[in-house]
């Protein structure tokens, strides 16, 4: 055995948790139901190094969402093309979404470790292709292709998690990752102001960043992650291929497409009753039904089978997750903009502004995670923790043009503690009620959730915004609303007075609208908590599936009984299909 890793009795009995990557597997002896008692945890430095690494990984394309923003003007500059600067962001959120479920069922499928590393690798291949973009063309092809890797990393990190602690010790380490995402939210503008300003860095790298960080990353989980062979990595490729789905994945992405690019230009662009706007809408919903109708009359290779999104805790985190992604990015996205546009601040200096909210994610996390630790029960202590963060959008919603530093500051932290604990429960959720063999597909379902929350509610918010903001200026004369609009908060400073006075509250009163929207949104994790099942980390309790034997079960269970069969069925067993001590 290596360092850091101990055994249990499982090794010690000599059984089937014996078999490592580098062995021949034999599927007679592989458990049908991997548990916890089946994974050798890691343990002192190779435990430390693991969680780093996927700290990181989270770390990197949580930042790459923003990093972008402060670079926008020096790569319009040396590029000469406005009208795709939507695509910067667009398509790194269009990728990253559509193929989070895809990747979930490929963890199940295939070596954590392998996809893992392979989702690094797109990641690191966009970014070069970013940061030596020549053209905006370029420049969008790699935000697509680093965005396949993002979406790998946000479905595989959890999982990593997952195979590196025990449920009862997770709390306190997956709440980090909640720290992660502040962050990189926080310092995604600085570090892309800083790049940008620099003659000897320019904004490529804001892309180039990735590329040593990533790369000790995925060289360290290639080498250190050990994940047991389950019975879904052994089943012949064939299957494995038909199980991926491919229907529902194509009937997704284009779903998730159709509506971001609707929720991208409408509004902005285009009105929303541009029959273009309505006919991506209608088409886009069209397709996520369908999606929902393959996997149901498709249990068996469903990309989220039925068994994992009917489930009453899944269901009800997705519901709880996708409110939190909403409130969470609306807030992250639009206080920053109030910074910049009443205050008159740079990027960069709003991003620092962000801070409080971050410390109060800190706090709420470590709590959180402290009291599921003890208790056992994350369900009561989220419960309790999330009114502190309806408080906190509430309180925003009070910000005027010269509110005092102490009133804004005050503010966030509420906000911040809440919502550290309120991005726990949903995932730990996930990881209780299912058995180990579906914690990917519901991870990834739950972050799936989030993040289309926070694409869909930025766009409804900016709407909300511009809306408002025009409506303040309407009649005042020598004002432009949608000039100003166009030219960005950073510009208003520029104004003269007495007419910059009046943008200013105009402006300050449509991002209240957007606040007020915020604590409407903040009930909603709320309510879809209490339907979350009181379910201990201390026990291993997994719900019963009532879709237990798939393919991939019967496929094993011939694979026992075939005799001869099995021996050729061995042999085309891939060294990433075996399992791993």
């Given at each position: 055995?290596?360092?850091?890793?101990?055994?249990?009795?499982?090794?010690?009995?000599?059984?089937?948790?014996?078999?490592?990557?580098?062995?021949?597997?034999?599927?007679?002896?592989?458990?049908?139901?991997?548990?916890?008692?089946?994974?050798?945890?890691?343990?002192?430095?190779?435990?430390?190094?693991?969680?780093?690494?996927?700290?990181?990984?989270?770390?990197?394309?949580?930042?790459?969402?923003?990093?972008?923003?402060?670079?926008?003007?020096?790569?319009?500059?040396?590029?000469?093309?406005?009208?795709?600067?939507?695509?910067?962001?667009?398509?790194?959120?269009?990728?990253?979404?559509?193929?989070?479920?895809?990747?979930?069922?490929?963890?199940?499928?295939?070596?954590?470790?392998?996809?893992?590393?392979?989702?690094?690798?797109?990641?690191?291949?966009?970014?070069?292709?970013?940061?030596?973009?020549?053209?905006?063309?370029?420049?969008?092809?790699?935000?697509?292709?680093?965005?396949?890797?993002?979406?790998?990393?946000?479905?595989?990190?959890?999982?990593?998690?997952?195979?590196?602690?025990?449920?009862?010790?997770?709390?306190?380490?997956?709440?980090?990752?909640?720290?992660?995402?502040?962050?990189?939210?926080?310092?995604?503008?600085?570090?892309?102001?800083?790049?940008?300003?620099?003659?000897?860095?320019?904004?490529?790298?804001?892309?180039?960043?990735?590329?040593?960080?990533?790369?000790?990353?995925m060289v360290l989980i290639a080498f250190l992650l050990k994940s047991p062979a389950?019975?879904?990595?052994?089943?012949?490729?064939?299957?494995?291929?038909?199980?991926?789905?491919?229907?529902?994945?194509?009937?997704?992405?284009?779903?998730?497409?159709?509506?971001?690019?609707?929720?991208?230009?409408?509004?902005?662009?285009?009105?929303?009753?541009?029959?273009?706007?309505?006919?991506?809408?209608?088409?886009?919903?069209?397709?996520?039904?369908?999606?929902?109708?393959?996997?149901?009359?498709?249990?068996?290779?469903?990309?989220?089978?039925?068994?994992?999104?009917?489930?009453?805790?899944?269901?009800?985190?997705?519901?709880?997750?996708?409110?939190?992604?909403?409130?969470?990015?609306?807030?992250?996205?639009?206080?920053?903009?109030?910074?910049?546009?009443?205050?008159?601040?740079?990027?960069?200096?709003?991003?620092?502004?962000?801070?409080?909210?971050?410390?109060?994610?800190?706090?709420?996390?470590i709590i959180a995670a402290a009291v599921t630790q003890i208790t056992g029960y994350?369900?009561?202590?989220?419960?309790?923790?999330?009114?502190?963060?309806?408080?906190?959008?509430?309180?925003?919603?009070?910000?005027?043009?010269?509110?005092?530093?102490?009133?804004?500051?005050?503010?966030?932290?509420?906000?911040?503690?809440?919502?550290?604990?309120?991005?726990?429960?949903?995932?730990?959720?996930?990881?209780?009620?299912?058995?180990?063999?579906?914690?990917?597909?519901?991870?990834?379902?739950?972050?799936?959730?989030?993040?289309?929350?926070?694409?869909?509610?930025?766009?409804?918010?900016?709407?909300?915004?511009?809306?408002?903001?025009?409506?303040?200026?309407?009649?005042?004369?020598?004002?432009?609303?949608?000039?100003?609009?166009?030219?960005?908060?950073?510009?208003?400073?520029?104004?003269?007075?007495?007419?910059?006075?009046?943008?200013?509250?105009?402006?300050?009163?449509?991002?209240?609208?957007?606040?007020?929207?915020?604590?409407?949104?903040?009930?909603?994790?709320?309510?879809?908590?209490?339907?979350?099942?009181?379910?201990?980390?201390?026990?291993?309790?997994?719900?019963?599936?009532?879709?237990?034997?798939?393919?991939?079960?019967?496929?094993?269970?011939?694979?026992?009984?075939?005799?001869?069969?099995?021996?050729?069925?061995?042999?085309?067993?891939?060294?990433?299909?075996?399992?791993?001590?």
């Open positions: 055995m290596g360092f850091g890793m101990r055994k249990t009795g499982h090794d010690q009995a000599g059984d089937v948790s014996s078999v490592t990557e580098e062995t021949a597997v034999d599927v007679r002896h592989v458990p049908v139901v991997v548990t916890e008692d089946d994974i050798d945890y890691p343990h002192g430095l190779r435990l430390a190094l693991i969680m780093g690494s996927a700290y990181i990984s989270t770390f990197l394309v949580a930042l790459d969402r923003l990093i972008v923003t402060t670079a926008i003007p020096r790569i319009t500059d040396e590029f000469g093309d406005v009208k795709n600067v939507g695509w910067y962001g667009s398509a790194y959120l269009l990728t990253t979404c559509g193929l989070m479920l895809f990747f979930g069922k490929l963890y199940v499928l295939y070596s954590v470790r392998v996809i893992f590393v392979v989702a690094m690798i797109f990641l690191e291949v966009g970014s070069v292709v970013c940061g030596a973009a020549k053209n905006s063309v370029t420049l969008i092809v790699g935000r697509v292709i680093a965005g396949i890797g993002a979406g790998g990393v946000f479905s595989g990190a959890i999982t990593v998690t997952v195979y590196a602690l025990p449920l009862h010790r997770r709390p306190l380490f997956q709440g980090l990752y909640g720290l992660v995402f502040g962050l990189a939210n926080v310092l995604a503008p600085l570090l892309g102001g800083a790049f940008t300003d620099n003659s000897s860095t320019t904004w490529r790298w804001s892309f180039y960043i990735n590329l040593p960080l990533g790369g000790v990353s389950r019975e879904t990595t052994l089943i012949p490729t064939k299957q494995k291929l038909r199980e991926l789905d491919p229907p529902g994945t194509i009937t997704l992405l284009a779903g998730i497409t159709c509506l971001l690019i609707a929720l991208e230009w409408g509004g902005t662009k285009y009105a929303w009753s541009e029959g273009r706007i309505i006919a991506l809408l209608t088409l886009g919903l069209f397709l996520l039904v369908c999606f929902v109708v393959i996997q149901i009359a498709f249990p068996k290779t469903a990309t989220v089978p039925p068994r994992v999104f009917s489930q009453r805790s899944i269901a009800a985190s997705c519901f709880a997750n996708f409110s939190n992604g909403a409130v969470l990015f609306t807030v992250y996205y639009f206080l920053p903009v109030w910074f910049q546009g009443i205050q008159g601040v740079s990027p960069v200096q709003s991003g620092i502004r962000l801070f409080p909210a971050v410390i109060g994610m800190v706090v709420g996390t994350y369900t009561p202590v989220i419960l309790a923790m999330l009114p502190l963060m309806a408080v906190g959008a509430g309180l925003l919603t009070t910000l005027q043009v010269h509110t005092s530093e102490a009133k804004w500051i005050g503010y966030q932290v509420p906000f911040g503690i809440g919502m550290g604990a309120a991005l726990q429960g949903p995932l730990l959720a996930a990881q209780t009620v299912l058995a180990l063999r579906d914690v990917p597909l519901g991870t990834s379902l739950v972050y799936f959730a989030q993040n289309l929350g926070g694409a869909v509610f930025v766009s409804v918010g900016q709407n909300l915004f511009n809306n408002k903001f025009v409506k303040e200026l309407t009649g005042v004369p020598g004002v432009d609303a949608h000039t100003i609009l166009g030219k960005g908060a950073t510009h208003i400073v520029d104004i003269p007075e007495p007419t910059r006075s009046i943008v200013v509250a105009a402006y300050n009163e449509a991002l209240r609208q957007v606040f007020i929207a915020g604590v409407i949104l903040s009930t909603f994790p709320f309510l879809g908590t209490l339907f979350v099942e009181w379910r201990s980390v201390k026990k291993s309790e997994p719900t019963p599936n009532v879709d237990v034997e798939n393919d991939s079960d019967r496929a094993m269970r011939e694979a026992t009984n075939a005799g001869p069969e099995t021996e050729t069925e061995d042999k085309a067993v891939s060294s990433t299909e075996k399992r791993v001590t």
